[in-house]
């Protein structure tokens, strides 16, 4: 697609319950970013794919959260047994790593409400 | 990557140039400084980057001290539309490529 898309763009779960968070980054962009951004707060880095090496997992909270990319393409963030801190806006990024000069393109983000 | 630091708040006159200054004194000499704009429940939008030349786009111009120790986005002309929370960041081109993103500055445009 044109631009990095992200599904779904609202998520309301309950305390306990596990979530899934779906990228789909640019066609061809090699890299693939996953970050968080709870109210009013600047962008926490969460995870990194780039193509097939191992992903920068430095980010990730706890190990509750995990992350996968398939295919090089698409990718499931997954937190399991959310709790209220949980609750943010999930932004995930992609680019193309041989043309670093174009910088990233985000989604619109995920918004993550745990109750 | 090096910290950057930014004010938190600026304002600026609708048509009037914006001026963003950033400090990123212990900035190395294999990383680059990217600006990064987020306006309002979007994600961060791409804006520009440079090493130590002066940069200019269609979006802005970057200036970069000769000491590459702080630089300054400039939006020639500012509009409503440029009301934004603006992210300094610096970064090598080498490594995981990730962004450390500070807090930014919220660049409000009155009319």
């Known amino acids: 697609g044109a631009g990095v898309s992200q599904s779904p763009s609202n998520k309301v779960t309950e305390k306990g319950k596990d979530v899934e968070l779906r990228c789909d980054p640019i066609?061809?962009?090699?890299?693939l970013y996953w970050y968080r951004q709870s109210l009013g707060q600047g962008l926490e880095f969460l995870i990194y794919?780039?193509?097939?090496?191992?992903?920068?997992k430095s980010g990730l909270p706890s190990d509750r959260f995990s992350a996968e990319r398939t295919g090089g393409s698409v990718s499931t963030l997954t937190i399991q047994r959310t709790q209220q801190e949980d609750s943010a806006v999930y932004l995930c990024?992609?680019?193309?790593?041989?043309?670093?000069?174009?910088?990233?393109?985000f989604g619109s983000g995920t918004r993550l409400t745990v109750v | 990557d090096a910290k950057t630091t930014q004010p938190t708040s600026m304002d600026c006159a609708e048509g009037r140039a914006a001026n963003l200054p950033c400090n990123h004194s212990?900035?190395?000499?294999?990383?680059?400084v990217y600006w990064y704009r987020q306006i309002h429940s979007q994600g961060p939008q791409y804006i520009i980057h440079?090493?130590?030349n002066n940069e200019t786009n269609e979006m802005a111009s970057l200036i970069i001290t000769e000491d590459r120790k702080s630089s300054t986005l400039i939006l020639p002309h500012a509009t409503l539309r440029d009301t934004a929370v603006y992210y300094c960041?610096?970064?090598?081109?080498?490594?995981?490529?990730?962004?450390?993103f500070g807090t930014g500055t919220r660049l409000k445009v009155l009319a």
């Open positions: 440079g090493l130590k």
């Open positions: 212990t900035i190395s000499g294999n990383e680059y």
């Open positions: 066609s061809g962009h090699t890299a």
């Open positions: 960041i610096v970064r090598s081109h080498s490594g995981t490529y990730k962004y450390i």
């Open positions: 794919f780039q193509g097939n090496s191992a992903p920068d």
């Open positions: 990024a992609s680019s193309n790593r041989d043309r670093v000069n174009y910088g990233y393109t």
